[in-house]
Every structure is written in C-alpha cells, then in structure tokens.
C-alpha cells in the first residue's frame, strides 16, 4: 500500500507546551505520534537530556516521525503501538513512570487526505478505515457482515446519526445486490437515504456515518479510556497528561475521567460518611476544554474542532 507523504502539523503547539511544561531530564510518552510534530517541539522545550517514547498503530506515521525526529534520535524511541498499550510498553523499557504524557486523539489529516485509507467520502477509495493497516477488520467488512440492528447501533451510539435505522436498512438492502466497498458507494447511499441529502447542507449528510464508522473498526472510544486511565496510572509525581480531543464521545469521557480522578468521596451525598475511600489522584489544570485561536485555524482548519484538557498527578 502507499501511503502517500506525511506531514504532520502539530495542533495547538503553544498550549500543549505550556501545560506539559518539559523541563531537563524528564521522560516524556507521546501515545499518538502522527508525524512527530508534537515530539520534535517537546524535545525541543526540555533540553539535551530529555527522552521521549512515541507510540503509533500508523506504520505510515512512525516512518514519516523517525525521518521528522532524526535530529532527536538517541532520544526516542518509536514503537508500532496503541497507547492504550502503554503499561506494557513501560514495563517492556523498564520506565517506571512518565513526567509528562501526550495523547492527540482522532484521526490525522494524511489518514483523511489519502484516498487508500478510506477515512474520507470526498475522494473515492477503498472503504478500509483501519487506522492500523496491517490486521483487522475494515469498514467493508462491517457493512458486510453486521445485521441491520448493529448497523444502527453503530451509527447512532458513534455517531449520533438521527437516520441511523434508515441508512442501515438500506445498507442491508443494497449488499444483496452488490457490495459495498468503496467512499463513494457509502456516501451515496446514504444521501439517498436520508430526506433531503441531496440538498447543499452545512455538512455533508455521509459525515456522521463515516465518524460511527471509523470509531467502530478502532474500537476508539475503548482505546481512550483505557489510555487516559493507564497514563494516570504512569504519571510520576507532579507529571503532566494533556489530551486533545476532536469530537463529543472522545471529550465526554476524558472530561468525566479527570473529573472523577480528581475529586476525594465519590459516594452519593445522602450517605452521612464515605463508603468508597476514593482519593483524588490529579488536579485539573484546565476547568474547561481549551480551545484553538482564530488566528491557529486559520492556518490549520483541522484546529477548529479541538479540545485541549491538561492535569497534573498529585
């Protein structure tokens, strides 16, 4: 397969520095490499001794990031991994902890702008989806083989499709004629789907079946809680997580985890004294999601939907 060039524009590169706070020594995990943008400005921040883990499922990704951080290269060391892996990737290391960790979640612009990927109605290609390539199913494979009540499971639960039932029904019809297998199959049926698809709209009506889809093959929601759970876990004292978040789902469970990991008693407030013994793990460094500058999406679109959210471990 190729995979087309890589450029990786980090996104809201001030504010991640700022809540990350690198400083000389430390040892840092970016858990969604990309192209390494991230990586290069943080190495850059914390001086010669510094180290960085950087972990992605793109091997597309880790390539264009070794070429990207070769200046760092005794300082990093990239692995073909998910960041939900990131216990074992410490214990393989022997790192017994992380002072600052970096999760950029979501999809990146080369996985959208490469048509071989399939993350995208706007140019025609195979309907892959698969953020690793190289293992699992693909988004052909699930219109393929999930019944009509999946289906809109999928498209409602992922991506809150208001026309969930109709699309998949529909999907279910149109395979036994002929398979669906490429973006544009997909995105036609599903402006013929729903009432008024063929109408010019603020956004394309494929869009929220596309999300649904791609967050199904990779099982990403499960991936970000199990990852923000784990780099708490690793963060040594005084370490810094910071997640950017790119739509609802991903948001809502990073806001609601840190919200948990940094509150004392957990218990109902009608309970006269605390039952669970849980203790607040982080403190939040930001109350509310951060959000880009006009003047950052205007040179990088892709900026516009991000959510920053930072803690530090107590």
Do not use: W
């Amino acid at each position: 397969m190729s995979f087309g060039s890589f450029a990786h524009l980090a996104v809201m590169p001030q504010q991640v520095l700022d809540y990350l706070d690198p400083s000389a020594g430390s040892v840092f995990l970016d858990g969604t490499l990309g192209g390494g943008g991230h990586a290069r400005l943080v190495l850059e921040a914390a001086g010669p001794d510094a180290r960085l883990i950087g972990l992605d499922r793109d091997p597309a990704a880790l390539k264009a990031a070794a070429d990207h951080l070769k200046p760092f290269a005794d300082r990093v060391k990239l692995l073909h991994r998910n960041f939900s892996e990131a216990p074992d990737v410490a214990e393989e290391l022997g790192i017994s902890g992380f002072d600052g960790v970096l999760f950029d979640l979501g999809v990146s612009s080369h996985q959208l702008d490469t048509r071989e990927r399939g993350f995208s109605f706007r140019s025609e290609g195979p309907l892959d989806m698969r953020m690793d390539p190289t293992g699992g199913l693909t988004a052909a494979d699930v219109l393929a083989e999930k019944d009509a009540e999946e289906l809109t499971r999928i498209f409602r639960q992922y991506g809150e499709e208001r026309y969930a039932g109709r699309i998949a029904r529909r999907i279910v019809q149109t395979r036994q004629e002929q398979p669906l297998e490429t973006t544009g199959q997909l995105a036609e049926l599903v402006r013929n789907a729903v009432p008024g698809g063929h109408i010019p709209a603020r956004i394309h009506p494929a869009t929220r079946v596309f999300q649904a889809l791609r967050i199904y093959v990779n099982d990403e929601l499960g991936h970000v809680e199990r990852g923000v759970r784990a780099a708490i876990d690793l963060l040594r004292p005084q370490g810094r997580l910071v997640v950017i978040s790119f739509h609802s789902l991903e948001d809502r469970i990073v806001k609601h985890m840190f919200r948990e990991e940094s509150q004392g008693c957990l218990c109902p407030p009608r309970l006269p004294i605390c039952g669970c013994g849980h203790q607040a793990r982080i403190a939040l460094l930001t109350r509310r999601g951060q959000r880009a500058d006009e003047a950052e999406i205007e040179r990088n679109p892709r900026s516009r939907s991000a959510i920053l959210r930072g803690v530090r471990k107590l």
